[in-house]
């Protein structure tokens, strides 16, 4: 059974830190790269950032370059995103996305909230 099980989110200050975390089964992310995305309440889902399937390469999204690091440990099937500086802006749903290069969609968590609040 194929499964990606986000984990870490929760209520944290503005300017504090959060580290998410997916772990995969059923699979191995090692031939997929992987994403995290986030969609905020009445906003599309949009992708934070991504890591190519070797992790050595990033993209990021403009919002949060500088602030957030994605990483995978292949060895453990699982990925990270560490999420620093974190903002009111920053409150969404956090979902974790395999997909095999030059494919869509592939496989997706089932969501972590994260809410960035005083």
């Known amino acids: 059974q194929v499964q990606l099980v986000e984990s870490g989110g929760g209520l944290v200050q503005p300017g504090g830190s959060l580290g998410l975390s997916c772990a995969a089964s059923?699979?191995?992310?090692?031939?997929?790269?992987m994403r995290w995305y986030r969609q905020a309440p009445g906003k599309e889902r949009e992708l934070v950032a991504l890591i190519s399937r070797a992790g050595d390469t990033t993209n990021y999204a403009d919002s949060v370059k500088g602030r957030f690091t994605i990483s995978r440990d292949n060895a453990k099937n699982t990925v990270y995103l560490q999420m620093n500086s974190l903002k009111p802006v920053d409150t969404a749903v956090y979902y974790c996305?395999?997909?095999?290069?030059?494919?869509?969609?592939?496989?997706w968590g089932q969501g972590t909230q994260v809410t960035v609040s005083s």
């Open positions: 059923g699979f191995t992310i090692s031939t997929y790269v």
């Open positions: 996305n395999a997909v095999r290069p030059g494919y869509v969609g592939g496989y």
